[in-house]
């Protein structure tokens, strides 16, 4: 059977012949995400480690011991697994029925299981098979899932993807769309399935019992590419049949959720191959890579549902190219900054940039920089990263991206964020300040300062970052009080600068370096970091709003000494009034509520301005999330 394959096989097949012959591959899974469901989990644990998605939990598993575990309580299995790796019982696509060995991923402690499949794509009658994929169906499920479903995944696998504005190639399917991109899946010696791309099995992927939540939609494993006792020796691609296509109806929507998952995990599949012949030794923070890669490939295929809402609340929480711990929503925020990093990187420099990245191995900064030098960009890693942070903080500042005057470089095409990186919060003080902020690896720290106390006649500061052992970067984003623009300004470090005329003030503060910095800087004039101002100390004040971050609705309670007229306002990002939750109403001294309704205001971050006839002034903060 002749096939039409010429992706640069013959380096691809010596190169690996090498690295085999080496012993030096080095097994890499990856575990899936259900993207319909941002509540989910990846991680779960195995003998008291902690895993998610990626190169650490495969490379960790020790496939030895399990086919020996395999052999004693299975011996009939091994006989075959054994005899399938020796090629003494190769597969014919003509049988119809095929077998698959897989790790018991629910019970990892027993070894091997045999999956039971039937070739659903291509139909046939004889030899004349004409796509490059190949299409398994658990025998478990292969009357469930009808012919309409098979034909709609090959149709997105070769020929046709969801158009979207940001879809590489809509007339592509996910297989060219991701070569295209990021280059040439591998070729490994002795394929049981010479000749075809890749192959997708559809089958219940059952979860560790140790997963939180959540369900493992996809995964790859790369001791397929070995010719090892246990290996399938081909480009196979694991893909869940029950929780993400037949609990869901096999409706329109899971099968592009599914369609999602097999672009993620086909470019994991290349990833890996691009990756160890670049000499990576899966360090622990190229996950971010690997794991972002992906979802970039989920996207430019027309499939995006990830936001990273839950990781921008926190974004000095913990290291930026840290792997996830085991908590479960430190998992799903680990998740959402790897798309979210290499999302940013695919709009700012491209498809071609994404192939460099794809063959650079390194940790932290250092595969960018590496594609930053192959593409030949006049720009550093560093400066990027900063960048970046200014992009996550003005998402849901700019509606439209035509609409931002300054540079693109600083906003989103498709944003991806879910809501703006949070600051540090507004309060304003007269007088000189110094502060010091201890920023985690390459993460942000955002300050703010607002003159939402006097927008007719806004201050101006004096403001001075001071050099520290580590380096870091800083950008302020000032909103100007006069025709409501947006400015964005790179500091230079402990040169003073000086600001007047705005409504609102940012400065994004960026570790430079993998373990932190200390971040020292000093203000004239008023500084944020006050939870509750008051022009008038005991006159008016907020007790309370809660719940805050609020989505819907909110209660705010406040506390007045005097009898009068009290009016409670909300300002956005830029100074303008947004809602005037109360307006003049008269009450009598003492504490009272009342309940604010935000339903209809973007995500982001509000000013809450409560004052009183007498002048008296008192200022919070809301976070708005949707």
Not at 291 to 308: D, K, M, P, W
Request: charged share 25%; net charge negative.
């Amino acid at each position: 059977m002749e096939k039409r394959y010429t992706f640069g096989i013959t380096l691809l097949r010596a190169l690996f012949g090498i690295l085999l012959g080496a012993g030096t591959l080095v097994a890499q899974s990856t575990e899936e995400h259900d993207h319909s469901r941002p509540e989910g989990s990846h991680g779960f644990t195995v003998d008291g480690k902690y895993y998610t998605c990626g190169s650490h939990w495969a490379a960790d598993y020790d496939y030895g011991a399990a086919v020996e575990r395999t052999r004693l309580s299975n011996p009939e299995l091994y006989q075959k697994m054994v005899a399938y790796s020796k090629g003494l019982a190769p597969p014919s696509l003509q049988a119809g029925n095929f077998g698959f060995y897989l790790v018991d991923r629910a019970n990892p402690e027993e070894g091997y299981i045999k999956v039971k499949a039937t070739l659903r794509y291509p139909r046939f009658g004889d030899d004349d098979i004409v796509d490059d994929i190949l299409i398994f169906v658990d025998d478990k499920d292969n009357e469930i899932i009808t012919d309409a479903t098979i034909d709609a995944l090959a149709e997105g696998l070769i020929s046709k993807v969801k158009n979207e504005h940001y879809t590489r190639n809509p007339d592509t399917g996910v297989i060219y769309n991701d070569i295209a991109i990021f280059g040439d899946p591998p070729v490994i010696p002795d394929d049981k399935y010479p000749g075809y791309i890749a192959l997708f099995l559809l089958t219940d992927i059952k979860e560790p019992q140790s997963l939180r939540g959540g369900i493992i939609e996809g995964y790859f494993n790369p001791y397929d590419q070995t010719n090892g006792t246990g290996s399938n020796q081909t480009n196979i691609l694991y893909i869940d049949s029950r929780e993400s296509l037949i609990d869901k109806g096999q409706s329109e929507r899971a099968i592009d959720g599914v369609l999602g998952t097999m672009a993620h995990e086909f470019q994991h599949l290349i990833n890996y191959g691009r990756y160890r012949l670049a000499g990576g030794g899966f360090e622990a923070t190229h996950w971010i890579y690997n794991e972002g890669l992906s979802e970039v490939a989920s996207i430019r295929n027309g499939y995006s549902e990830r936001t990273a809402d839950r990781y921008l609340k926190g974004p000095n929480g913990f290291p930026f190219f840290s792997r996830p711990d085991g908590n479960t929503d430190i998992v799903l925020r680990g998740y959402e900054r790897a798309m979210l990093w290499v999302h940013y990187l695919s709009e700012r420099f491209g498809d071609e940039f994404l192939f460099e990245l794809t063959g650079s191995n390194g940790q932290g900064l250092e595969p960018v920089r590496k594609a930053l030098q192959k593409r030949g960009l006049d720009t550093d890693a560093e400066t990027v990263l900063a960048e970046f942070w200014v992009a996550n903080y003005l998402s849901d500042r700019v509606s439209d991206r035509d609409d931002f005057q300054g540079d693109p470089k600083y906003v989103y095409d498709l944003d991806v964020t879910g809501r703006a990186a949070v600051t540090s919060g507004p309060g304003i003080q007269d007088g000189s300040v110094t502060k010091e902020q201890q920023i985690k690896g390459h993460a942000a720290y955002l300050p703010l300062y607002t003159n939402i106390l006097k927008p007719d006649d806004p201050k101006g500061i004096e403001v001075r970052f001071e050099k520290g052992d580590r380096d870091y970067a800083v950008h302020a984003v000032k909103f100007n009080s006069n025709d409501n623009g947006i400015e964005v300004l790179p500091l230079d470090i402990s040169e003073e600068y000086t600001f007047d005329k705005f409504t609102t003030l940012v400065f994004v503060i960026v570790s430079l370096e993998g373990d932190g910095a200390t971040v020292r800087w000093r203000v004239e004039s008023f500084v944020s970091g006050v939870e509750d101002y008051s022009t008038n100390a005991g006159a008016l004040s907020f007790i309370n709003i809660a719940p805050n971050p609020v989505e819907h609705e909110a209660r705010f309670s406040f506390r007045t000494s005097e009898p009068g007229p009290v009016a409670l306002e909300l300002y956005d990002i830029r100074g303008e009034l947004v809602r005037n939750a109360i307006e003049g109403v008269h009450y009598e001294a003492g504490e009272h509520s009342t309940v604010v309704d935000v339903v209809g205001l973007p995500a982001g971050v509000y000013t809450v301005r409560l004052s009183d006839g007498s002048g008296a002034m008192a200022i919070r903060q809301i976070f708005v999330v949707r």
